[in-house]
T-cell receptor
Framework: SQTIHQWPATLVQPVGSPLSLECTVE??????LYWYRQAAGRGLQLLFY??????ISSEVPQNLSASRPQDRQFILSSKKLLLSDSGFYLC????????????FGQGTRLTVV | KQEVTQIPAALSVPEGENLVLNCSFT??????LQWFRQDPGKGLTSLLL?????REQTSGRLNASLDKSSGRSTLYIAASQPGDSATYLC?????????????FGTGTRLTVIP
């Protein structure tokens, strides 16, 4: 079965510091991978998705970037965090094709202070 | 841009009651729609996936329907239990350059009272 690992579970970072959140998946090959953010009182917003190694698409302009160095690894980064980057970050995967189920990790709670 | 609305925003029911959660979306050009539950501070757990060609999907006490043309989906929960307490999210999906991107509303927070 498919498994998504996200770490850390919680993170407190000062404004202006760098960020690296890692997501690794198991039990699947060549998945589509996604980063979503859930801000307080708001719905989940898609930030980035990737259909393959080195292929990144951004949904919204922002202070963050994403990379996919390996098939089952998806990284969310920032060079300098802003207060507005605070939120709950979720990694998700789907198999290839448009009618496959999406599965989510347990998320990382990021607080920028 | 796809807009998703879920009504009601919060719902409190006594244990054993049957209930319906509603979801509406503005863009009917979707490939599928997925229902999730989210426990406080946790990730999302997939409940049901309905493909755009389907009208409904069932899993145990859960039944989800989809009316793509009118932009509506409902999640029916039979014989509710305290363990069903969570936030329920619907997410229509639309294909884009090989991916199926999901769009979310703010969900319905369900509390089942023992």
């Amino acid at each position: 079965s498919q498994t998504i690992h996200q770490w850390p579970a919680t993170l407190v970072q000062p404004v202006g510091s760098p960020l690296s959140l890692e997501c690794t998946v198991e039990g699947t090959s060549n998945p589509n991978l996604y980063w979503y953010r859930q801000a307080a009182g708001r719905g989940l917003q898609l930030l980035f998705y990737s259909v393959g190694i080195g292929q990144i698409s951004s949904e919204v302009p922002q202070n963050l970037s994403a990379s996919r160095p390996q098939d089952r690894q998806f990284i969310l980064s920032s060079k300098k965090l802003l207060l507005s980057d605070s939120g709950f970050y979720l990694c998700a995967l789907q198999g290839q094709g448009f009618n496959t189920e999406a599965f989510f990790g347990q998320g990382t709670r990021l607080t920028v202070v | 841009k796809q807009e998703v609305t879920q009504i009601p925003a919060a719902l409190s029911v006594p244990e054993g009651e049957n209930l319906v959660l509603n979801c509406s979306f503005t863009d009917s050009a979707i490939y599928n729609l997925q229902w999730f539950r989210q426990d406080p501070g946790k990730g999302l757990t997939s409940l049901l996936l309905i493909q755009s060609s389907q009208r409904e999907q069932t899993s145990g006490r859960l039944n989800a329907s989809l009316d793509k043309s009118s932009g509506r989906s409902t999640l029916y929960i039979a014989a509710s239990q305290p363990g069903d307490s969570a936030t329920y999210l619907c997410a229509p999906g639309r294909g884009q350059t090989g991916a199926n991107n999901l769009f979310f509303g703010t969900g319905t927070r369900l509390t089942v009272i023992p």
